[in-house]
């Protein structure tokens, strides 16, 4: 089986696979995480929205996977977050939300492993809001529920694709696939044609789809965040939820990061005509909008003066086929849910969202097993911990800084032994993140170290001050 594209849906199309004992290669034209799987809010949701729009099996499914990712395949890469809906937003609001939550509660205990994964919904008080997140306008209480937050959405993909390794997966970035005849795949390997047989190709090349399968119809949609200084919200513990204006179920999040960050996000935007390949950017309507919403309920607004950076990714939304040429309304009604759809030996598999990526390889491979009649007929994935995940109490013993468990698991005293320095100076990346990332983790260049296994490069200023670091390690193979 040959597998295009390297984000989370292909890498975990390529583990299942080879999990269940097909051959694998798996190509992707720049690095693992290039396209949308970096750009996420790095979230594993439960589906409140889904909810919201009475899409009871989405919901499911999603609380579902999200209990996989958060005990069994990355319990290191998946923390609890708690999510505050305050009442200065309004108090309808953060009724709605409190009767959301608790749906989503309700929804979280009924599917295999939830109950006990996640605090339950409830309301606090004005000295709880503001102990969560100092920078909210104080004297009113508000909601708290709880989902799942990534520690990085690049590192699950890297993470995917080594252990897709270890069973045998051949993988290969700079690799782009050019066309498919038959059996015959026409590969440019760092700009050299050349060609593979493959039985079967997985076309999950995303927002990039169609290219390989015109056929598949998407309607891609840019959602961008803002990067600003945690400091400015007084440093939340829990995530900051604002309703945009005349919607009931699109937020906008300040979102707590690692290294004193917050993620400012999301909008949802319509992209029209044909897929750039280069980095989408957030728009300055976007970037007001988003300030606009969180200001609300701020004590002291944001201005773009606090804007430290800015990332967008395009969303992989699949037109149903009722849509006619194109969305009737917002991309942001659209539903989330994914489709497989063969054309000769190409079968694509798009859409879904990170945290639902397992059963969309599971999915994608039972069809792959189907047709080669070769293979495990089941998926063994919700059982398979990826490199470096172990259980809640092993990972509390393993003996290395907290933070490169959260990032590396078990291998993170690997990590450490690799050298402490700091790669800039008021940053947490150590210099021995780099050098596993060269010497475990396939990365090839200094946009792989720093915009991809570490997550540097989104401070454009921060950037700057670490590619001579970043060279210097690539210096060393
Ligand atoms: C702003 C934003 C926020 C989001 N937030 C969340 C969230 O919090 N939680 C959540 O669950 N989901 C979220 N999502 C959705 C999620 O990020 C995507 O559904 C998911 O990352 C898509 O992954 P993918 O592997 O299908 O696509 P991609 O990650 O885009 O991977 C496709 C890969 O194919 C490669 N490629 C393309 N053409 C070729 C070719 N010809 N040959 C070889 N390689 C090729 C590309 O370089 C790319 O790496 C968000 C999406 C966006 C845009």
């Known amino acids: 089986m040959l597998v295009v594209g390297g984000g989370v849906t292909g890498a975990g199309v390529a583990l299942d696979a080879a999990a269940r004992g097909l051959t694998v290669a798996l190509c992707e034209r720049t690095d693992l995480a290039a396209g949308t799987s970096r750009w996420s809010s790095k979230l594993v949701h439960g589906g409140l929205r889904y909810l919201a729009h009475g899409q009871l099996g989405l919901a499911r499914e999603s609380a579902r996977e999200r209990a996989v990712l958060m005990r069994v395949t990355?319990?290191?890469?998946?923390?609890?977050?708690?999510?505050?809906?305050?009442?200065v937003a309004g108090r309808d609001v953060s009724a709605l939300a409190e009767l959301g939550g608790r749906l989503g509660d309700a929804v979280r205990v009924s599917v295999r492993g939830g109950r006990g994964s996640l605090p339950g919904t409830g309301r606090i008080g004005a000295e709880g809001v503001s102990r969560l997140i100092p920078g909210v306008r104080p004297g009113r209480g508000g909601v708290v529920f709880w989902d799942g937050q990534l520690e990085d959405d690049a590192r699950l993909?890297?993470?995917?694709?080594?252990?897709?390794?270890?069973?045998?997966?051949?993988?290969?970035?700079?690799?782009?696939?050019?066309?498919?005849?038959?059996?015959?795949?026409?590969?440019s390997v760092d700009g050299e044609s050349v060609s593979v047989r493959a039985s079967v190709v997985v076309n999950a090349a995303g927002v990039w789809s169609q290219r390989l399968a015109p056929g598949i119809r998407l309607a891609p949609s840019r959602g961008s965040h803002l990067i600003v200084p945690a400091a400015r919200l007084g440093?939340?513990?829990?995530?900051?939820?604002?309703?945009?204006?005349?919607?009931?179920?699109?937020?906008?999040?300040?979102?707590?990061?690692?290294?004193?960050?917050?993620?400012?996000?999301?909008?949802?935007?319509?992209?029209?005509?044909?897929?750039?390949?280069?980095?989408?950017?957030?728009?300055?309507?976007?970037?007001?909008?988003?300030?606009?919403?969180v200001n609300q309920?701020?004590?002291?607004?944001?201005?773009?003066?606090?804007?430290?950076?800015?990332?967008?990714?395009?969303?992989?939304?699949?037109?149903?086929?009722a849509a006619g040429d194109g969305p009737a309304g917002a991309t942001a009604d659209l539903s989330r849910s994914h489709l497989l759809s063969w054309d000769g030996p190409v079968l694509t598999v798009v859409g879904g969202k990170l945290t639902t990526y397992r059963l969309m390889a599971a999915e994608a491979v039972d069809a792959v097993v189907a047709?080669?009649?070769?293979?495990?007929?089941?998926?063994?994935?919700?059982?398979?911990?990826?490199?470096?995940?172990?259980?809640e109490r092993v990972l509390a013993r393993v003996d290395a800084p907290a933070r490169l468990v959260h990032r590396y698991g078990t291998e993170a005293p690997v990590v450490a032994a690799l050298g402490g320095e700091l790669v800039v100076e008021g940053r947490e990346e150590t210099v021995g993140e780099?050098?596993?990332?060269?010497?475990?983790?396939?990365?090839?260049?200094?946009?792989?170290?720093?915009?991809?296994?570490?997550?540097?490069?989104?401070?454009?200023?921060?950037?700057?001050?670490?590619?001579?670091?970043a060279e210097e390690v690539l210096a060393e193979r």
């Open 157 to 187: 993909v890297v993470s995917l694709a080594r252990t897709a390794a270890t069973f045998g997966a051949r993988v290969l970035t700079g690799a782009t696939v050019t066309g498919v005849d038959g059996e015959a795949v026409a590969v």
């Open 434 to 469: 780099l050098r596993f990332a060269v010497r475990s983790e396939g990365a090839r260049n200094v946009a792989d170290l720093l915009d991809r296994r570490t997550r540097i490069g989104l401070v454009t200023s921060d950037r700057e001050r670490a590619v001579a670091v």
């Open 371 to 391: 047709r080669l009649g070769r293979g495990a007929q089941r998926s063994s994935t919700a059982r398979l911990p990826l490199v470096g995940a172990a259980p």
């Open 235 to 293: 440093t939340p513990i829990a995530a900051l939820t604002v309703p945009l204006p005349g919607s009931r179920s699109r937020y906008v999040f300040a979102l707590p990061q690692p290294g004193g960050l917050l993620y400012l996000g999301i909008t949802d935007e319509p992209v029209a005509g044909p897929v750039p390949d280069d980095d989408p950017v957030p728009s300055d309507a976007e970037v007001t909008q988003l300030l606009e919403t």
């Open 74 to 87: 990355a319990p290191h890469l998946v923390r609890r977050l708690p999510f505050l809906v305050p009442d």
């Open 297 to 321: 309920v701020l004590a002291v607004p944001l201005d773009r003066s606090d804007v430290i950076g800015a990332y967008a990714g395009l969303r992989p939304l699949v037109l149903p086929a």
